[in-house]
């Protein structure tokens, strides 16, 4: 045992020598800066004087990153110790070093003395197989299995060490990270065991090692292999693994290279291969592991072995852009090694080794294709030398063109002598703008046409120069044959577009523009047709195909008339001009010719339409076209843009047209009438007839005379008409007529103003020969009469004239009728017209009758009966006997008498309602009016009731002039709402009305008006309340009779009617009807809708409609007391229970200061059931303390509920005897609204849940006027609220029945009721929380008070809930649905 004292900044060096001395340290301590160790056996010298070289010390730091002093010198076990000593021993050392050779410096005999020491100290391991176990455990457990085995090895048989490095140590084949470590421990096992690793095997290892290091790694890899692995080496799977996948990488790095044909490239990257080859494995047999792998995983080295390229030739392609490479491919890879046999230098020279077979005229060379005549064989290695060299070519011109057609010429189709000499024509001429347009010209053939006639155009000119005679020659066919093509295909697409009505625009251009290049070119012509070189004789500009096209496209879209006719003669020149002679004529040729002169001289859409409208016109001789096309650049604007619109309208309206013409000619020179006339002649033709009806249904009589005149001016006084070829509107006895009707236009014009005589005026301005002979004569006969009838006789005349037919075929008798006309007096004129009244607007038989009636007429003279005999005449009719007439006639004619009476009752009627509405709006004056003529006059309620709907004539009863009585229903009230609104047994209600400016009335039931006749119920003297406009409402009681909150209601309600003045009976019976059918449902004192059912009356939440209401008579206020005593008394009991406890909170809007008052007062009051029976209750009660009656009227209104007592069906049965029932039938308008909005909301239904609540009756009156409340956690609670705040309720009475107080000190002195509890019955809409019967509601608006059960205090018990619920159930559902 010894012990070692070290300082702290020294003590790695010395613990460090300890480990490599081998010494046992079993304690390691550190005390005030010095390290204490304790160890066992011996203490080497060097170690004592700390002689440890340095260097060894550094190489020991540079050990594992997790060594520490601490850890190294535990206690861990022998195992432990040994993997640390050679881990420190051997450092990052390994048996083989820089630069692939043995590592001088590594520490064998330190390492094999680690192990010799750890075998000692290992007992019980003495024999050789447990030796080899124990050191291969060892071995496999250290981390750097080459340091492990080269301390191991020695101490192992060679077949355990051999073992080891063939199965547990091995690495998976081609393993990159895993092989230099297994390579490092094969070299330490051939130095520690020569027995397990040869001498030849380590070489072999380490030369495997350096090969990695190599650019060339599969060559160095290859020859390791060559020199020899045997199959029993170590490395021979790892080297063969390796030597496949480099083969593999190698050869997928050629096939990118030979992809984008890289050649010079991978001409460098292969170049070692062939001197490889020569050298090493063609001498070596087949079978050869070099070999086999080569073959299995490189199939084609053989050929990049044997490739042997033109350098500078490859070198040069490297110019080429990867694009151009890749466009001749084809072309490059003859450069290329030979992948068709694998033994020629390149592809080109396994083709041409090949040979060719002379019969065959098409030879593929590679993926091209060379076409040769027969028998020239021979002669494709020559094109192939040739295709190379422009191949070289196109690297010096380094043009895209150059390549683009080369590759067109001979790579994408068939190599030919005769494009190569094309090919070689262009490279020597130099020129990229010649390629350019040559390739454009070929490779076009797949763009758009566009492209390759302009290419073609373009290189035309070019090859007529002398330079290019070469390449004339060469391509001139191809270029001919094109262009003949091409306009041939022009020509076909051209006509069947024309066919087809498909635009043709562009190929009209396209030709033309063909056409145009060809003209140029007459080195061409040879190779053309006869017909085409014809046609460029004639051959159009490319401005008139222009404007031919816009000619056409105008006319397309040209909105007058039809002008296909000038579509059709445009195509018709083009297909002459561009396709085709002879399909026009010389007319439609100088034509169209003229008209594209204009289209260039005029740009305005005037002028070309006009234009358009010449040339259609098919009536007008070409040359007289030809003259308008002339003459239209030189109009005015202003006469053009006329004579435009009149063209552009003529189709729609064709007749305005002719007229508009004939206007616009009568105001220029004569040339231009010249010119035009024909365009208007032709346009009068076409309408024939139908322009003179028109113009005599349309023009006034001044325009049709203006419109002759106008035609004679342009066509002359003397018109050589004739009636087979002339337009009818030229006849001559037409316009001698109208030089006639000069004289007679102020009559004429009257009667246009006539709507009646339109055929009239077309007669008279048309005259000339009508069907019945000469009219003329006649018809001047009628003009003077109607130029001279006076006055009085216009009338009748104008409505004779007017039967005038158009044809004149009545012209006499209208003739004759007009003279007896004159001479008629004004009853015998007055007579004419209802004559031709009753025919125009009645039957003939009726007419006859009313002929026959005046002619009978004793007032009329004979020269009347003449006329009235005149006028039948020409009306048709003559008089009539009822011998003459039909059972249909007679029929007819008693039809239309008894329609004349009910005229004149209708008339009578509309009088009497005329009169009606003007006394609406002055009753003075109107009847001043009625006086003034001698009509008497009626009163007001006659006005009123006359207005009445029949419905409403047996409920409204005349009293006097004055008043009425209205009827009105109580049957549809129910018992509830008879009881609050005071209106007992009574069936109905008389509304007594004064009908007046200011009306006034007054309400009475039935009850009164059939009572005992007592002074004070007496109704036959009335005393209404008259409404004052802008007054107040009633509020004091009205006529005679009892008053009731009913009365009062409805009262203010036709008071608010009424402010604004009477305006019917039916008014007044509609509004009362309205509110007794909602009887509750508005505030009693202004009538706004609550909004909910309310069965009693009250105020809404408006202080200034409960102010008005405490105005009201103590009798409406009080009535309560007089209706249902038993619930003021229960009230009363309330207040007084809660007054006795001295809490001013349990009496809201409570008058008083303070309870004692309320107390003192409460002692006052008689009892409830004497004031009921008392003839003036408000008289009693203010007989007492004013304070009393202060009490009594808060105590009635303060609830705005109604509160009543449960009788007959309303009672709840099973109740104890004694018991008092009463109904809250509803709370407040707002607290019921708010109720009835969590009916359907909170089950989807409008089922409610019947719960009870058990409460004191100090409480109550709080809880009638407010309803329940959430009062938990606050002053008022009186109990618990174990499960949260809420009102707590139950489904048992008898849950709730424990926490009923009893009534408490003291009783109200006059209550019929004492010694009772209250139990309450609930109403519930909503949710709740809770279990057991027991119901927590947190949302007080969902419980409705709906029943107060008072029970003797003598009874514990109160019934079930299922003995009392359904009752209540029903009573809910009657209130929700107003069955109650």
């Known amino acids: 045992m010894w012990q070692l004292m070290i300082p702290v900044h020294n003590a790695e060096e010395y613990l460090l020598s300890l480990v490599v001395c081998e010494c046992n340290v079993i304690e390691l301590a550190v005390f005030e800066g010095v390290f204490f160790v304790i ?5 080497p010298e060097q170690a004592r004087l700390g002689t440890t070289r340095l260097s060894e010390m550094q190489t020991l730091r540079r050990s594992s990153s997790n060594f520490s002093i601490k850890s190294k010198f535990s206690t861990h076990g022998q195992s432990d110790n040994w993997h640390r000593q050679v881990s420190l021993v051997a450092g990052d050392q390994h048996p083989v070093g820089l630069g692939y050779v043995p590592n001088a410096t590594f520490p064998w005999a330190a390492l094999l003395r680690i192990t010799d020491s750890y075998l000692i100290k290992k007992r019980g391991k003495n024999t050789e197989e447990d030796r080899d ?54 070299i330490a096992a051939n130095h520690v065991n020569e027995g397990a690793v040869s001498a030849l095997e380590a070489q072999r290892t380490i030369e495997l090692m350096a090969s990695s290091s190599t650019v060339r790694y599969l060559q160095a890899l290859l020859q390791i292999l060559i020199d020899g692995v045997p199959a029993n080496f170590l490395i021979h799977p790892h080297i063969q693994t390796l030597v496949g996948l480099e083969c593999v990488k190698f050869s997928r790095q050629l096939e990118e290279l030979r992809g984008q044909h890289q050649w010079r490239r991978a001409q460098a990257a292969t170049e070692w291969l062939g001197k490889f080859v020569q050298r090493s494995v063609e001498s070596l047999p087949e079978n050869l592991d070099a070999t086999k792998l080569l073959c299995e995983n490189f199939p084609h080295w053989r050929a990049w072995a044997n490739w042997s390229p033109d350098l500078t030739r490859v070198g040069r392609w490297e110019l080429f852009s990867p694009g151009q490479r890749q466009t001749l491919s084809n072309a490059l890879v003859l450069e290329g090694p030979d992948f068709v046999y694998h033994r020629h230098g390149t592809l080109r020279e396994a083709v041409e080794a090949k040979g060719f077979i002379a019969s065959l005229t098409s030879h593929s060379v590679g993926s091209l294709v060379f076409d040769v005549e027969r028998g020239m064989a021979h002669d494709v290695p020559n094109m192939v030398h040739r295709l190379l060299n422009l191949v070289d070519a196109a690297v010096v011109m380094s043009d895209n063109d150059d390549t683009a057609i080369l590759a067109y010429f001979c790579i994408s189709q068939r190599v030919t002598n005769k494009k190569l000499d094309c090919l070689e024509c262009l490279s020597h001429l130099g020129d990229p703008s010649i390629s350019a347009l040559v390739s454009q010209a070929y490779r076009a053939r797949k763009e758009t046409w566009g492209t390759q006639i302009a290419a073609v155009m373009r290189l035309l000119p070019i090859l007529g120069v002398e330079r290019c005679n070469s390449l004339r020659i060469a391509i001139g066919h191809d270029i001919a044959s094109f262009v003949r093509g091409t306009l041939e295909e022009l020509q076909r697409r051209l006509l069947s577009q024309l066919r087809s009505g498909q635009p043709s625009s562009d190929t009209e251009t396209r030709l033309q523009a063909c056409g145009d290049g060809l003209r140029n070119t007459p080195w061409l012509w040879p190779s053309l047709d006869d017909a085409l070189v014809d046609l460029f004789k004639d051959w159009p500009l490319p401005e008139d195909v222009v404007s031919l096209q816009s000619i056409r496209d105008f006319a397309k879209t040209s909105s007058t008339g039809n002008m296909l006719d000038v579509v059709k003669k445009v195509d018709d020149y083009l297909v002459n001009c561009l396709a085709k002679r002879g399909t026009i004529n010389t007319g439609t040729r100088i034509l169209v010719k003229a008209l594209i002169k204009l289209w260039t001289q005029a740009l305005d859409s005037d002028r070309r339409l006009l234009a358009l409208s010449v040339v259609q016109g098919r009536v007008i001789t070409t040359n007289f076209r030809c003259r308008c096309l002339d003459q239209l650049p030189l109009l005015p604007d202003g006469f053009v843009h006329s004579l435009r619109n009149i063209i552009q309208n003529h189709d729609e309206a064709p007749e305005p047209a002719c007229v508009d013409l004939a206007t616009l000619l009568t105001t220029t020179e004569l040339s231009v009438v010249t010119c035009w006339r024909p365009v208007l002649n ?31 001016q342009i066509f002359g006084e003397e018109v050589n008409w004739d009636a087979t070829t002339s337009a009818p509107i030229l006849k001559p006895q037409l316009h001698r007529w109208a030089n006639n009707l000069d004289g007679y236009l102020p009559i004429i014009s009257q009667l246009e103003d006539d709507a009646r005589c339109g055929p009239t005026v077309q007669c008279i301005l048309a005259g000339g020969d009508g069907l019945h002979g000469l009219l003329e004569d006649t018809l ?21 004239v007017s039967l005038l037919e158009r044809d004149g075929s009545n012209a006499l008798d209208i003739a004759d009728a007009l003279s007896s006309l004159g001479s008629a007096t004004e009853e015998g004129l007055d007579a004419c017209l209802h004559v031709i009244d009753s025919v125009q607007n009645k039957t003939r038989e009726v007419a006859e009758v009313v002929l026959t009636g005046w002619l ?28 003459d007439w039909s059972e249909a006639g007679l029929e007819v004619v008693m039809k239309y008498l008894d329609a004349e009476y009910a005229d004149l009752f209708a008339e009578a009627q509309r009088l009497e309602e005329m009169r009606f509405l003007l006394k609406s709006v002055d009753p003075q004056g109107t009847s001043q009016l009625l006086a003034s003529v001698g009509i008497e006059d009626s009163s007001a309620v006659d006005d009123a009731l006359a207005s009445l709907p029949p419905a409403l004539i047996s409920v409204v009863e005349k009293v006097d002039d004055l008043r009425v009585e209205m009827l009105f229903p109580l049957t549809h009230l129910t018992q509830l709402q008879r009881l609050r609104f005071g209106l007992g047994k009574a069936q109905s209600m008389y509304l007594h009305f004064v009908v007046a400016d200011d009306p006034a009335f007054c309400l009475h039931l039935d009850s009164e008006m059939k009572g005992k006749r007592r002074a004070d119920h007496a109704t036959s003297v009335h005393d209404p309340w008259q409404v004052i406009p802008g007054g107040e409402g009633p509020d004091l009681p009205i006529c005679q009779g009892h008053t009731s909150p009913a009365k009062y209601h409805l009262s203010r309600a036709i008071s608010r009617h009424l402010t604004d003045g009477f305006k019917s009976l039916e008014a007044v019976h509609v509004l009362v009807t309205a509110v007794l059918q909602d009887l509750g449902k508005g505030c009693i004192t202004c009538g706004r809708d609550h909004g909910v059912k309310i069965r009693g009356p009250t105020t809404c939440s408006k202080a200034v409609c409960r102010n008005s209401f405490l105005s009201a008579s103590l009798e409406i206020r009080l009535c309560q007391i007089r209706q249902d005593p038993a619930a003021v008394d229960f009230l009363l009991s309330m207040i007084y229970s809660a007054a006795s406890t001295g809490n001013m909170q349990l009496l809201p809007n409570c008058p008083f200061n303070n309870t004692a008052t309320v107390l003192q007062i409460l002692n006052l009051l008689p009892s409830m059931s004497s004031l009921q029976n008392s003839d003036g209750m408000a008289e009693v009660i203010r007989g007492y303390n004013p304070q009393v009656e202060q009490l009594l009227i808060w105590v009635c209104t303060a609830c705005r509920g109604f509160l009543s007592s449960a009788r007959k069906n309303l009672r709840i049965p099973s109740f104890p005897a004694g018991s008092h029932q009463f109904l809250l039938s509803n709370h407040s308008p707002e607290h019921e609204a708010a109720f009835s909005r969590h009916i359907s909301g909170w089950n989807g239904s409008t089922q409610t849940r019947v719960l009870f609540h058990g409460t004191s009756l100090d409480r109550l009156f709080a809880i009638t006027c407010q309803g329940l409340q959430v009062m938990s956690h606050t002053p008022l609670q009186a109990n618990g609220a174990a499960s949260g705040a809420g009102v707590y309720c139950a489904t048992e009475p008898s849950t709730s029945w424990y ?41 007080a608006t969902t419980l409705a008070v709906r029943y107060l059960f008072m029970i003797p205090v003598s009874n514990a018990a109160v019934p079930m809930a299922a003995h009392i619920t359904p009752a209540m159930s029903s009573v809910y559902a009657s209130l929700r649905s107003g069955a109650l």
């Open 39 to 43: 160890g066992f056996d011996w203490l």
């Open 133 to 186: 176990a124990c050191l291969a455990l060892l071995i496999k457990n250290h981390g750097a299995k080459d340091i492990a085995i080269a301390a191991c090895g020695h101490a192992m048989s060679p077949k355990s060490v051999r073992d080891l490095l063939a199965g547990d140590l091995n690495i998976k084949l081609g393993d990159p990270y895993g092989l230099p470590s297994y390579l490092q421990a094969i």
């Open 682 to 712: 032709r346009m009068l033709k076409n309408q024939g007839e139908k322009l003179i009806d028109y113009a005599l249904s349309n023009l006034k009589a001044n325009e049709w005379l203006q419109f002759l005149l106008d035609l004679r």
């Open 780 to 800: 001047e006969r009628v003009l003077l009469l109607m130029l001279n009838m006076e006055a009085h006789s216009k009338p009748v005349m104008m409505a004779i």
């Open 856 to 883: 009978q007429a004793p007032s009329l003279t004979v020269l009347d009966q003449k006329a009235l005999e005149s006028v039948a005449e020409v009306l048709g009719i003559r008089p009539g006997s009822k011998q």
């Open 1299 to 1339: 926490y009923c107080g009893a009534q408490g000190v003291g009783n109200w002195p006059q209550s019929q009721f004492s010694n009772f509890r209250v139990l309450l019955g609930l109403e519930n809409a909503g949710h709740s929380v809770g279990g057991s019967g027991v119901h927590v509601v947190t949302d």
